[in-house]
Protein backbone atom coordinates (compact mmCIF):
# COMPACT_ATOMS: atom_id res chain seq x y z
CA UNK A 1 0.00 0.00 0.00
CA UNK A 2 1.32 4.02 -0.95
CA UNK A 3 0.42 6.65 1.36
CA UNK A 4 0.59 10.01 0.89
CA UNK A 5 1.71 11.76 4.25
CA UNK A 6 0.74 15.13 4.88
CA UNK A 7 3.24 17.60 6.26
CA UNK A 8 0.60 17.88 9.74
CA UNK A 9 1.32 14.22 10.39
CA UNK A 10 5.11 14.70 9.78
CA UNK A 11 5.42 18.01 12.06
CA UNK A 12 5.23 16.33 15.39
CA UNK A 13 7.94 14.54 15.93
CA UNK A 14 6.37 11.07 18.08
CA UNK A 15 3.71 10.92 15.60
CA UNK A 16 6.24 11.30 12.32
CA UNK A 17 8.29 8.39 13.97
CA UNK A 18 5.70 6.03 14.49
CA UNK A 19 4.66 6.32 10.71
CA UNK A 20 8.35 6.68 9.40
CA UNK A 21 9.18 3.52 11.54
CA UNK A 22 5.72 1.47 10.10
CA UNK A 23 7.20 2.29 6.90
CA UNK A 24 10.76 1.25 7.64
CA UNK A 25 9.17 -2.19 8.66
CA UNK A 26 7.51 -2.49 5.14
CA UNK A 27 4.19 -1.73 6.46
CA UNK A 28 3.87 0.93 3.80
CA UNK A 29 4.84 2.63 0.98
CA UNK A 30 5.82 6.55 1.97
CA UNK A 31 5.23 9.33 -0.44
CA UNK A 32 5.77 12.95 -0.17
CA UNK A 33 6.55 16.14 -2.20
CA UNK A 34 9.18 18.58 -1.74
CA UNK A 35 6.28 21.37 -1.11
CA UNK A 36 5.10 18.78 1.97
CA UNK A 37 8.70 18.77 3.57
CA UNK A 38 9.22 22.41 2.72
CA UNK A 39 6.06 23.24 4.92
CA UNK A 40 7.04 20.57 7.58
CA UNK A 41 10.27 22.42 7.68
CA UNK A 42 8.52 25.79 7.75
CA UNK A 43 6.28 24.56 10.44
CA UNK A 44 8.66 23.77 13.10
CA UNK A 45 9.62 27.71 13.10
CA UNK A 46 7.47 28.42 15.96
CA UNK A 47 9.32 25.74 18.44
CA UNK A 48 11.78 28.07 18.38
CA UNK A 49 15.54 29.07 17.40
CA UNK A 50 17.24 25.88 15.63
CA UNK A 51 14.19 23.98 15.11
CA UNK A 52 13.77 24.70 11.67
CA UNK A 53 17.65 23.60 10.95
CA UNK A 54 16.82 20.22 12.82
CA UNK A 55 14.04 19.63 10.73
CA UNK A 56 15.88 20.14 7.75
CA UNK A 57 18.37 17.55 8.57
CA UNK A 58 15.86 15.08 9.53
CA UNK A 59 13.98 15.58 6.48
CA UNK A 60 17.47 14.81 4.44
CA UNK A 61 17.60 11.31 6.42
CA UNK A 62 14.37 10.83 5.33
CA UNK A 63 14.96 11.56 1.56
CA UNK A 64 17.80 9.38 1.94
CA UNK A 65 16.19 6.73 3.64
CA UNK A 66 13.21 6.75 0.83
CA UNK A 67 14.55 8.13 -2.38
CA UNK A 68 11.55 7.45 -3.98
CA UNK A 69 8.97 8.68 -1.78
CA UNK A 70 9.31 12.62 -3.07
CA UNK A 71 7.27 13.28 -6.17
CA UNK A 72 6.75 16.22 -8.63
CA UNK A 73 3.44 16.51 -9.82
CA UNK A 74 3.02 18.08 -13.03
CA UNK A 75 1.42 22.05 -13.34
CA UNK A 76 -1.03 20.86 -15.30
CA UNK A 77 -2.23 18.37 -12.75
CA UNK A 78 -2.60 21.18 -9.96
CA UNK A 79 -4.11 23.33 -12.64
CA UNK A 80 -7.35 21.23 -13.45
CA UNK A 81 -8.10 20.42 -9.42
CA UNK A 82 -10.52 21.84 -6.92
CA UNK A 83 -9.98 21.67 -3.04
CA UNK A 84 -12.01 23.72 -0.30
CA UNK A 85 -8.61 25.62 0.51
CA UNK A 86 -6.78 26.25 -2.63
CA UNK A 87 -3.34 25.59 -0.47
CA UNK A 88 -4.25 21.91 -0.62
CA UNK A 89 -4.26 21.22 -4.14
CA UNK A 90 -0.38 20.38 -4.26
CA UNK A 91 -0.93 17.65 -1.65
CA UNK A 92 -4.04 15.88 -3.98
CA UNK A 93 -1.91 16.49 -7.07
CA UNK A 94 1.01 14.35 -5.46
CA UNK A 95 -1.23 11.76 -3.99
CA UNK A 96 -2.79 11.03 -8.13
CA UNK A 97 0.75 11.67 -9.46
CA UNK A 98 2.06 9.38 -7.25
CA UNK A 99 -0.44 6.90 -7.47
CA UNK A 100 -1.50 6.14 -3.53
CA UNK A 101 -3.86 4.73 -2.22
CA UNK A 102 -4.59 7.16 0.54
CA UNK A 103 -3.56 10.20 1.90
CA UNK A 104 -2.65 10.42 5.49
CA UNK A 105 -3.57 13.95 7.26
CA UNK A 106 -5.15 14.85 10.44
CA UNK A 107 -6.98 17.96 7.64
CA UNK A 108 -10.33 16.14 7.10
CA UNK A 109 -11.89 19.23 6.21
CA UNK A 110 -10.04 20.53 3.44
CA UNK A 111 -9.93 16.98 1.92
CA UNK A 112 -13.59 16.02 1.15
CA UNK A 113 -14.37 12.44 0.71
CA UNK A 114 -16.58 12.87 -2.54
CA UNK A 115 -13.80 14.60 -4.19
CA UNK A 116 -10.91 12.33 -3.40
CA UNK A 117 -13.55 9.39 -4.09
CA UNK A 118 -13.68 11.20 -7.86
CA UNK A 119 -9.72 10.38 -7.66
CA UNK A 120 -10.11 6.82 -6.52
CA UNK A 121 -8.29 8.01 -3.05
CA UNK A 122 -9.39 8.06 0.22
CA UNK A 123 -8.34 9.89 3.16
CA UNK A 124 -7.68 8.49 7.00
CA UNK A 125 -6.06 10.77 9.99
CA UNK A 126 -2.98 9.10 11.11
CA UNK A 127 -4.99 7.44 13.97
CA UNK A 128 -6.99 5.84 11.93
CA UNK A 129 -4.18 4.54 9.49
CA UNK A 130 -1.93 3.15 12.09
CA UNK A 131 -4.99 1.06 13.44
CA UNK A 132 -5.55 -0.09 10.27
CA UNK A 133 -2.03 -1.22 9.76
CA UNK A 134 -2.02 -2.14 13.70
CA UNK A 135 -5.25 -5.26 12.46
CA UNK A 136 -2.47 -5.90 9.72
CA UNK A 137 0.60 -6.57 11.69
CA UNK A 138 0.20 -6.01 15.18
CA UNK A 139 3.44 -7.31 15.96
CA UNK A 140 4.88 -5.01 14.07
CA UNK A 141 3.26 -1.77 15.04
CA UNK A 142 3.80 -2.57 18.62
CA UNK A 143 7.70 -2.87 18.22
CA UNK A 144 7.72 0.32 16.16
CA UNK A 145 5.56 2.23 18.99
CA UNK A 146 7.91 0.39 21.94
CA UNK A 147 10.77 1.42 19.95
CA UNK A 148 9.55 4.87 19.95
CA UNK A 149 8.16 4.80 23.26
CA UNK A 150 11.84 4.03 24.46
CA UNK A 151 13.44 6.83 22.54
CA UNK A 152 11.03 9.61 23.78
CA UNK A 153 11.85 8.37 27.38
CA UNK A 154 15.63 7.93 26.59
CA UNK A 155 15.94 11.53 25.59
CA UNK A 156 13.67 13.40 27.44
CA UNK A 157 15.17 11.57 30.86
CA UNK A 158 11.59 10.75 31.95
CA UNK A 159 9.06 7.72 31.86
CA UNK A 160 6.85 7.88 28.77
CA UNK A 161 4.16 5.30 29.42
CA UNK A 162 2.72 4.52 26.20
CA UNK A 163 -0.89 5.18 26.74
CA UNK A 164 0.37 8.72 27.45
CA UNK A 165 2.93 9.38 24.91
CA UNK A 166 -0.12 8.14 22.28
CA UNK A 167 -2.28 10.16 23.38
CA UNK A 168 -0.13 13.24 23.20
CA UNK A 169 0.86 12.10 19.94
CA UNK A 170 -2.80 12.75 18.97
CA UNK A 171 -3.46 8.65 18.76
CA UNK A 172 -5.73 7.89 21.54
CA UNK A 173 -7.56 5.36 19.70
CA UNK A 174 -4.74 3.17 18.74
CA UNK A 175 -3.87 3.56 22.76
CA UNK A 176 -7.41 2.10 23.81
CA UNK A 177 -6.49 -0.80 20.97
CA UNK A 178 -3.03 -1.41 22.01
CA UNK A 179 -4.07 -1.41 25.75
CA UNK A 180 -7.27 -3.26 24.84
CA UNK A 181 -5.38 -6.28 23.44
CA UNK A 182 -3.53 -6.99 26.36
CA UNK A 183 -0.12 -5.98 24.85
CA UNK A 184 2.35 -5.58 27.57
CA UNK A 185 5.24 -2.76 26.93
CA UNK A 186 5.02 0.20 29.16
CA UNK A 187 1.01 0.69 29.54
Known sequence: MKALLDANVLYPTVLREI?????REGLFLPVWSDRILEEWARATVKIGPGAEVIARGEIALLRNAFPRASVSPPDGLLARLWLPDPDDIHVLAAAIFAGVDLIVTSNAQDFPRNILGEEH???RDPDQFLLMLLEQNRAAVLAVVERVR???ER??????????LLKRAGLPRLAKALEQKGASNSD
Open 150 to 152: AEA
Open 19 to 23: LIGAA
Open 121 to 123: LDR
Open 155 to 164: LSGIDQPRRA
